[in-house]
Nanobody, 121 residues
Framework: QVQLVESGGGLVQTGGSRRLSCASV????????LGWFRQAPGKEREFVAS????????LYAASVRGRFIISRDNAKNTVYLQMNSLKPEDTAVYYC??????????????WGLGTQVTVSS
């Protein structure tokens, strides 16, 4: 069974940093684009960032560009989201996802269960 398992969530103060990790279990996603999404209470899930299979291409939502960095380590089957200068509006459940494509195409087929990030003001 394919699983994506997120970790690293928790409580952080405004202006602080946090790094999320997402590891794949059951198969490797080294040939797949990966992404991070988030869902705040009462809101729809939104795109945060994505990265191509090689790591050579990345894409960010305007709300996080310049503050968040997505990266991956294919040898560890892990994708990361480094979050800096955190704001209360970054509070959400963060999900990682894997695409069937190696390039960033905006569609994702495998999802993790999410990890909660809470930014206190």
């Amino acid at each position: 069974q394919v699983q994506l398992v997120e970790s690293g969530g928790g409580l952080v103060q405004t202006g602080g940093s946090r790094r999320l990790s997402c590891a794949s279990v059951g198969r490797t996603f080294s040939n797949n684009a990966l992404g991070w999404f988030r869902q705040a209470p009462g809101k729809e899930r939104e795109f945060v960032a994505s990265i191509s299979s090689s790591g050579g291409s990345t894409l960010y939502a305007a709300s996080v560009r310049g503050r968040f960095i997505i990266s991956r380590d294919n040898a560890k089957n892990t994708v990361y989201l480094q979050m800096n200068s955190l704001k209360p509006e970054d509070t959400a459940v963060y999900y990682c996802a894997a695409s069937q494509y190696s390039i960033i195409r905006g569609t994702f087929d495998y999802w993790g269960l999410g990890t909660q990030v809470t930014v206190s003001s």
